[in-house]
């Protein structure tokens, strides 16, 4: 969770975002001593302590991961790991989010060197000779073309694969609603070409961002004879059906990895760890640092110590927890680093019956809720008026957050500053929840489960003011909170089973399409995950994509993020900075948004 928040300089943003670059945090600096009128004899530096695990980075870190497969993993842990593995055509230039270098490719396309053409919808990109796989094999164009064809074929449910069949046919997938196939196999095949050493993309329409795509993990390239010897998708027309969809673990890469990236799977341990290894063979400078192991620790008070003891290089440290990472000895810290991302509450209009126990008795009868109980407007502007924004803030972020007024964060065009939110109204809660269902829910009363995922704090603590205040209207409502494993969290997601649930939305690329299609498009991840349909939003939002002018643009993603407001499928909680803390023997790091909170282990240094 493909996902996933704020005192921000907005003029300071907006430069950055406008100019394509978003500079490295600030190192922290020790603070330099106060002078005396007589000042005493200094007292010698303490030693350094010795660099622990040389040749190894151990970042302790919580959130597991879901799958390595690149065409299913679309969450912040996995995507982290399949990253370090697997190599795109191109990458992210350092620190920017729109100008980029070639990887696989020996050029990024563009208009001016003639590999962008028909207007934008063609892209062509020569592959380098000589990279090699991790097993030995050499990569060659049809490489290429078989993953992006995969991706298609398989696009599983929850995965990324949505970022491809855009561009390249103009669709949201390869299903119906219903789970019913709806495309041509010779659609797809066409899609992408091999013509000698270029790989050849056709879009159905120009697709501006199409290249920052192309740059993140779930773009890695595949080895094809590995993959179909190991029981994939053979490439092959005939009996392509099979393949679509299959169910979460049974992807040919869940727990598998060929890719071509600096590092190489050792092993994985679902919500233990991960380990790899350097790639000795990797085509581009090899990683300076041999190993690296990625420890789950959902509690922080051991992710803390781990780190304070040298046991961990990099730790994973929610926002509550900053103070008192200050005082830590032989930390450097990189501070306000401006995150273009959001959480949000989620309700579900038709909740996903079957083994679910979130809905107790699955009926309106004060001991659970039915199916549809959040498809009333007024159950779900009820709970939105009984959420404290100002509190959760200062408590959750330390007041290093703010709260959004639509999915599209600040930082991006095309965002409606003027929109208003559900303010903190428990008048208008108990007017909402009085009017609910005719009536019948403030009779009867109701029994639900809300979760999150296991190791967030913040998320646990929207959950319990939810429930204490949400409780507080009528001793006849009953919330329970639950944690549950990320890997389980997703899966429920998936599956639909949450009646409510938070989660966040981390930007895949710089355009407000990637935030409103995901929150609002009934194909969209968190749309779909919540049978939310709105039909006049899927026509905007799709036209919001393929349209070119600045002023038209605007309009209709302005419409957009005011039927958001209006439908209120959730209600925004987040947009964060974020900080990013490693042992002072670890050097090497910047910030890039677009990979946000996930680390790309080969740009780090660590002394011996």
Not at 126 to 131: A, H, Q
Not at 257 to 270: A, S
Not at 284 to 296: E, L
Not at 497 to 502: P, W
């Amino acid at each position: 969770m493909r996902k996933k928040t704020f005192v921000l300089c907005i003029v300071f943003l907006l430069l950055m975002v406008g100019t394509g670059t978003l500079f490295a945090g600030k190192k922290e600096e020790p603070a330099a001593p106060a002078e005396k009128a007589e000042k005493p004899a200094e007292k010698p530096a303490p030693a350094k302590k010795p660099v622990k695990n040389p040749g190894t980075i151990i970042y302790a870190r919580y959130g597991t991961v879901q799958s390595l497969d690149p065409h299913r993993a679309y969450d912040t842990s996995s995507g982290e790991a399949v990253m370090n593995m697997y190599d795109t055509l191109v990458a992210f230039d350092g620190p920017s989010t729109d100008s980029f270098v070639p990887v696989i490719a020996e050029k990024v396309p563009s208009v001016e060197n003639g590999l962008i053409k028909d207007g934008g919808k063609t892209y062509i990109f020569p592959i380098k000779s000589g990279i090699t796989f991790h097993n030995g094999d050499e990569l060659v164009p049809e490489d290429v073309e078989y993953t992006f064809e995969r991706a298609l074929v398989t696009d599983q449910d929850g995965g990324p694969v949505w970022m491809f069949f855009e561009p390249l046919l103009g669709v949201a997938g390869s299903r119906d609603g219903d789970g019913n196939i709806t495309i041509d196999i010779d659609d797809i095949m066409n899609a992408v070409e091999v013509d000698g050493r270029n790989v050849i993309f056709h879009l159905s329409d120009p697709y501006p961002p199409f290249i920052t795509i192309l740059a993140q993990y779930w773009s890695g390239i595949m080895n094809k004879d590995w993959m179909v010897a190991n029981g994939a998708w053979d490439g092959k027309s005939d009996g392509w059906e099979k393949y679509n969809n299959p169910d979460q673990g049974t992807e040919t890469l869940y727990n598998v990895v060929m890719g071509t990236g600096p590092y190489k799977l050792v092993k994985w341990e679902p919500g233990v760890e991960i380990s790899m290894t350097r790639f000795d063979g990797y085509f581009d400078r090899p990683a300076a640092v041999k190993n690296v192991v990625i420890k789950i620790v959902e509690e922080w008070t051991t992710r803390k110590l781990m780190f304070t003891a040298g046991d961990a290089d990099i730790v994973q440290v929610d926002t509550m927890y900053w103070p008192e990472m200050e005082r830590v000895e032989g930390a450097t810290i990189y501070k306000d680093l401006p995150r273009i991302e959001n959480t949000a509450v989620f309700f579900n209009f038709d909740i996903n019956m079957e083994a679910n126990q979130a809905v107790w008795s699955g009926k309106l009868d004060g001991e659970g809720i039915p199916f549809d109980f959040f498809d009333d407007p007024d159950v779900r502007k009820g709970f939105a008026h009984a959420f404290d924004h100002d509190t959760y803030v200062k408590d959750a972020f330390l007041g290093y957050a703010e709260t959004p007024n639509s999915p599209v964060p600040k930082g991006l065009p095309y965002r409606d500053a003027g929109l208003p939110i559900y303010e903190y109204d428990m008048r208008k809660a108990e007017e909402h929840l009085k009017k609910a269902w005719g009536g019948r829910v403030w009779e009867k009363g109701f029994k639900l489960s809300i979760l999150y995922n296991t190791g967030n704090d913040q998320r646990e603590i929207a959950c319990q003011m939810i429930e204490e205040n949400v409780e507080s209207l009528n001793p006849k409502f009953q919330i329970e909170i639950q944690n549950v494993d990320w890997g389980n969290y997703l899966n429920m997601m998936v599956q639909k089973k949450c009646g409510l649930f938070v989660i966040g939305w981390v930007m895949d690329y710089p355009d407000p399409h990637n935030f409103v299609h995901p929150y609002m498009h009934s194909r969209g991840t968190f749309a779909e995950w919540q049978n939310y349909s709105n039909p006049e939003v899927d026509k905007l939002v799709t036209k919001g994509i393929k349209t070119v002018d600045p002023g038209m643009r605007e309009d209709i993603y302005y419409e957009i993020e005011k039927t958001y407001y209006t439908d209120i499928p959730g209600f925004m909680l987040s947009q964060s900075l974020y900080r990013v803390h490693v042992r002072d023997w670890i050097s090497g790091y910047f910030w890039n948004p677009a990979r946000d909170q996930m680390m790309l282990f080969s740009i780090f240094d660590k002394e011996d």
